[in-house]
């Protein structure tokens, strides 16, 4: 098993909460790290992929809970959410009396919206969330897991050997850890086994069978559009669907974490400029690179779509490495009526730290002119970076650098 940066914050967080939810698209990883921690901190573990187990669940969730010793570790229970109202009696009870309340509950699911309105609803100051991605770059090299440092001095002075050829290979591979796995697997022949199972057990329940082929071109053409503009008269138009349908399957992706939508930063001193559509992007580039048909790296580095996936894999392994450590980050993207764009705007302790990404070797100030827009920003301006495929860190403007992407 590949170290996941996330364990220590699993454990943490069961120290800390009655209840620790952990989200996550299928084959991610979460059963074998929670397995894991199960066995090292003695829960009992049981799986609702079980039928049986699932239909007494949902039944009797009383008797079902009862018969387990706590605390339980309760796998998939987004199919029975029926259990949550009777986990925050459980809960609720050991408070009353005085008891031990914290480190009862480990509940895994791989469906984030509906797993996050339930917690909200029924285990509210209960529950800590946390949510798990495919392999970063660095858990994958079995590399440190400090996320990406807005100290330059942590990067100078070194040489990084960036080939683009290898960055590509590694978002055509994608993150899923069976592909490490068994490092034999095709991406091709994980991917069309993937998304055969996606289908059948994700979607298929949900959508009316006379849709289901629709939605496959609908997810292929999603998946041609990661690091774009969400445009959803374009989407509803090119796969022939109604903007309601557009919706509620654009839900259907986002409730089972194959995308993700990164919101404009909004400003008060810049609000009239801003376009306030959001940003869509995969998960993973590469079950993005399998349905866009560009799962070939000759193919996918020599088409239009090469700077978006560059972009995706990046913003991802950004993403992924503060959320491992529960940093309190958030995230945007800037564009403005005058086409002026920043691809990622980080906020960390109330400072803005502004990144672009280029394939380029080498870069200059017009990589980075756009950053001059949020100067007059409610927040102070950090350290921010155009992340590209240079072999070393240099200044290109005040406070801002090229950084080699295999930093990352």
């Not at 408070?95 to 480990?106: E, P, V």
């Not at 959803?232 to 022939?240: A, C, D």
Request: hydrophobic content about 40%; proline content about 3%; some cysteine.
């Amino acid at each position: 098993m590949i170290p996941r940066f996330l364990e220590d914050t699993i454990k943490e967080s069961i120290k800390n909460f009655p209840t620790t939810i952990l989200m996550g698209a299928r084959q991610v990883g979460k059963s074998t790290l929670i397995s894991k921690i199960a066995k090292e901190l003695s829960f009992t573990y049981v799986s609702l992929d079980d039928l049986l187990i699932r239909k007494e669940a949902n039944e009797d969730p009383i008797f079902f809970l009862s018969k387990y010793k706590l605390p339980l570790v309760i796998d998939e229970v987004q199919k029975a959410p029926i259990l949550f109202d009777e986990i925050a009696r459980i809960i609720n009870d050991a408070r009353l009396n005085n008891n031990q309340s914290n480190g009862l509950f480990i509940l895994t699911g791989s469906e984030s919206t509906s797993l996050k309105d339930r917690a909200i609803e029924s285990l509210a100051g209960r529950a800590n969330i946390i949510e798990m991605y495919p392999l970063s770059n660095k858990e994958i090299c079995l590399d440190k897991k400090e996320p990406l440092s807005f100290n330059v001095n942590d990067y100078v002075n070194k040489k990084y050997d960036v080939k683009i050829k290898d960055i590509f290979e590694k978002i055509v591979r994608g993150g899923y850890p069976e592909l490490f796995k068994n490092k034999e697997l095709s991406s091709v022949d994980f991917y069309r086994s993937y998304l055969n199972t996606y289908i059948e057990k994700d979607i298929k329940p949900l959508i009316k069978e006379s849709n289901q082929t629709k939605f496959i071109s609908f997810l292929q053409y999603i998946a041609s559009l990661t690091g774009q503009t969400l445009d959803k008269t374009s989407l509803s138009r090119n796969i022939g669907i109604e903007i309601k349908t557009v919706d509620a399957w654009l839900d259907l992706l986002l409730r089972t974490n194959i995308i993700f939508l990164l919101q404009p930063y909004v400003d008060s001193s810049l609000v009239k400029r801003i376009v306030k559509t959001p940003k869509i992007y995969f998960v993973d580039t590469g079950l993005a690179s399998y349905l866009a048909r560009l799962n070939n790296v000759e193919n996918l580095l020599n088409n239009r779509f090469s700077g978006a996936f560059f972009e995706t894999y990046f913003i991802n392994e950004i993403i992924r490495g503060f959320k491992s450590l529960n940093k309190d980050v958030e995230f945007y993207y800037y564009r403005d009526s005058h086409q002026n764009e920043i691809d990622l705007v980080v906020l960390e302790n109330g400072i803005l730290h502004l990144i672009e990404f280029k394939m380029n070797a080498m870069v200059d100030y017009g990589a980075c002119k756009s950053f001059n827009q949020l100067s007059s920003s409610f927040y102070k301006l950090g350290t921010s970076y155009v992340i590209c495929c240079s072999n070393e860190v240099y200044k290109i403007h005040d406070n801002v650098y090229a950084l080699p992407c295999l930093t990352l």
